[in-house]
């Protein structure tokens, strides 16, 4: 790609890019949040135009007007969201597009379904091609975008930030199949935000700053320091700078809580804690565990079968979502999309979902346009939500990390006494997870309780002050974060017994 620029209005994107991929290796593209990975990804798989520069694929100058195009010079992209219809199977969705058909124009199953158990057999990417796309975890899905791509004869693919939505135990199978793939010739080309796999799994690396390209390295050359201070043009500083906590009166306390699953199975069975004033408990354990149902639960998101809940001494148990915000509960959900932003509002809207309704913000119940926009404008630039006068875009035309920090914004904004933050920096560079780190301790040493659930151990060992660790529905035990590591956590979490 030479000399790749791309404007959306006045916002200049993409300056001036040069980016090659040599044929088999593995070539990483790193950048903060916003710098425009996403976007030259997006051209050179035709879904945007570039207004100007040129592409050239095995040294034949070509014009991709469309994704079609892009596959017939097989080029196949794994998106950031992921596009596959969930009520379909596995193999309906490979298909869908380039269906196979026997004469009359009947689609050929039989034959598509051999052709995708051969294709999966050939890479190790195992998949049960019968399966709904909405029965499987992400993981799965995951496989499945991939084989969709090389079903289509994808020599070149395009995945954009693969492992954000894994588990470590999944990232490590991706790896492998990543290698695999690369040493049978195919080229790759990968969008992440974590430097330890940039180091593990990429041959190449190119660091884009701001939309302008910054260096392309041997990753064997570089640190993961060195390489985060390209991307965000500092230094910094890893790991988190925080004073003992100082906790005071209880905010939360859950007691005996049993939560089942939509399916009636019990997923949270018999969970007991409490954060006080001004600590962070930190909720580790492998995914699926009872993390997800019992923040649910505490949101009001999810029924519970028994067990008692408490905000400031106040039952909110299967009470109403209002109510549990009323209480002073705030939360950085799991899944973005889905539960924590409305795509088609604006940044500025967004930003007031919980406090629309408020005085200065509405008057006479009709809402004051500019307070809201001149609100959102200052939180924009106190997050350092970019592009910086997006009050007013949708907020679906941000990057993926920037709505992130449009959530944060807004739930921290509005002085909780309980902060819940699921996965808060996953999609995020290395320079906006420091950022949120020290967010969270802030609001810790403001006195609020926090309640931090993710899968990063590291980030669990980093930020939060009490460890309680979750396996099999139960907290098999709750530590102090200065007393323990990484080691005997893991150990807890995989079911096995205190050091
Ligand atoms: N369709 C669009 N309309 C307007 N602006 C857009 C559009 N798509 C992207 N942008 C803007 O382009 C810039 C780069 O976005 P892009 O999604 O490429 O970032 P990214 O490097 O992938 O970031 P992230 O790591 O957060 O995913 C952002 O400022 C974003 O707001
Ligand atoms: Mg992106």
């Given amino acids: ?106 689609v050929d199953f039989k034959k598509a379904n051999r052709e995708i158990s051969k294709l999966s057999e050939e890479y190790g990417l195992t998949i049960n091609t019968k399966k709904k796309i909405e029965d499987m975890a992400v993981g799965m899905q995951q496989r499945v975008e991939i084989l969709k791509a090389l079903y289509r004869g994808a020599e070149t693919l395009i995945l954009d930030e693969p492992t954000a939505v894994l588990t470590p135990q999944e990232i490590n199978k991706f790896m492998e199949n990543m290698r695999n793939l690369a040493r049978d010739g195919k080229t790759i080309i990968m969008i ?12 190449y690396c190119t660091v884009i700053r701001r939309g302008e390209n910054i260096i392309t390295v041997h990753t064997d050359d570089y640190n993961e320091q060195q390489l985060a201070s390209m991307m965000v043009g500092r230094e910094l500083t890893f790991g988190v700078e925080k004073k003992p906590a100082a906790p005071k009166e209880t905010k939360l306390e859950v007691q005996n809580l049993i939560v089942n699953d939509d399916r009636g199975i019990k997923r949270v069975n018999g969970v007991s804690f409490e954060i006080r004033a001004g600590e962070i408990l930190g909720v580790a354990g492998v995914d699926e565990n009872g993390q997800q149902e019992l923040v649910e639960a505490i949101t009001c998101l999810r029924k519970t079968t028994s067990g008692s809940i408490k905000i400031n001494g106040k039952e909110i148990q299967n009470t109403t979502i209002a109510n549990v915000i009323s209480s002073g509960v705030s939360t950085i959900p799991e899944d973005r999309h889905k539960s924590g932003l409305i795509m088609k509002f604006s940044v500025a809207e967004n930003m007031l979902l919980k406090n629309y309704k408020e005085r200065p913000f509405s008057k006479y119940g009709r809402m004051n346009k500019n307070k809201i926009n001149e609100f959102a404008s200052d939180l924009a630039q106190k997050f350092d939500v970019r592009p910086q006068d997006c009050a007013e875009l949708p907020v679906k035309k941000l990057s993926g990390g920037n709505q992130q920090k449009v959530i944060i914004a807004r739930e921290t904004s509005d002085n909780p006494d309980l902060l819940i933050a699921v996965q808060p920096t996953r999609g995020l560079d290395v320079g906006a997870i420091e950022y949120v780190h020290k967010i969270l301790v802030e609001q810790r040493d403001k006195g609020k309780a926090v309640l931090l659930v993710s899968l990063e151990l590291s980030e669990i060992m980093d930020v939060a002050d009490k460890i309680a660790v979750m396996y099999n529905g139960k907290i098999v035990a709750i530590v102090d974060a200065a007393a323990t590591d990484e080691d005997e956590i893991g150990m807890l979490m995989t079911g096995g017994s205190k050091k």
């Fill in 1 to 106: 790609m030479v000399d790749i620029q791309k404007n959306f209005g006045k916002n200049h994107v993409l300056k001036n890019i040069n980016f090659s991929v040599g044929k088999g290796t593995i070539h990483a593209l790193l950048g903060e949040n916003g710098a425009g990975k996403s976007t030259l990804m997006n051209i050179l798989y035709g879904i945007y135009k570039q207004d100007f520069g040129e592409i050239f694929i095995n040294g034949e100058l070509v014009e991709i007007k469309s994704p079609k195009v892009a596959i017939e010079h097989k080029i196949g992209m794994v998106h950031q969201h992921f596009m596959l219809v969930p009520t379909f199977t596995v193999a309906q969705n490979i298909m869908l597009g380039s269906e196979l058909t026997k004469g009359l124009g009947m």
């Fill in 192 to 203: 992440t935000h974590k430097l330890n796999e940039v180091k593990q799994m990429c041959d």
